[in-house]
């Protein structure tokens, strides 16, 4: 498996837009979380999503893939995945040679190829291929 102290090839996340909109909630829960002290506990609403946009998305290794997740997250050789496809939403999935499905945090049709590249695994696509 990869080593820990490695950088991946490629990062993918959330778009950052999301992590805007939870600093800006964050910042805007101040006032109310000041405003009486039973109300502090408010901050962690939009701190989590903070932290949540900062840290969720799938690195890509050579050698594997990491899902990260708020709290966590999957290790995955690439040994194991079967195949990577999107759904009708545009979000890419790996089926595993287990049966398992594990959603590739902030991997979308439109960057699938360059995940695939990142890991040095070749991009078929079945419609050009078909006559």
């Known amino acids: 498996m990869g080593d820990v102290s490695s950088r991946p090839v ?5 778009s950052g837009a999301v992590l805007v909109a939870a600093l800006i909630a964050l910042v805007g829960t101040v006032p109310l979380a000041g405003a009486a002290w039973q109300l502090t506990p408010i901050l962690l609403i939009p701190l989590a999503a903070l ?14 893939l990491r899902v990260r997740a708020l709290f966590g997250g999957n290790r995955v050789p690439w040994s194991r995945v079967v195949e990577l496809a999107p759904d009708r939403h545009g ?3 790996a089926l595993l040679d287990n049966g398992n499905v ?9 960057n699938l190829p360059l995940v695939l590249e990142a890991a040095g695994h070749p991009v078929t ?3 050009a291929a078909a006559p």
Do not use: F, N, Q
């Open 10 to 14: 490629l990062r993918v996340r959330k």
């Open 125 to 127: 696509d079945r419609d």
């Open 102 to 110: 594990i959603r590739l945090t902030g991997v979308t049709r439109a």
């Open 91 to 93: 979000r890419v999935s």
């Open 51 to 64: 932290v949540w946009a900062w840290r969720a998305g799938t690195d890509v290794y050579p050698d594997e």
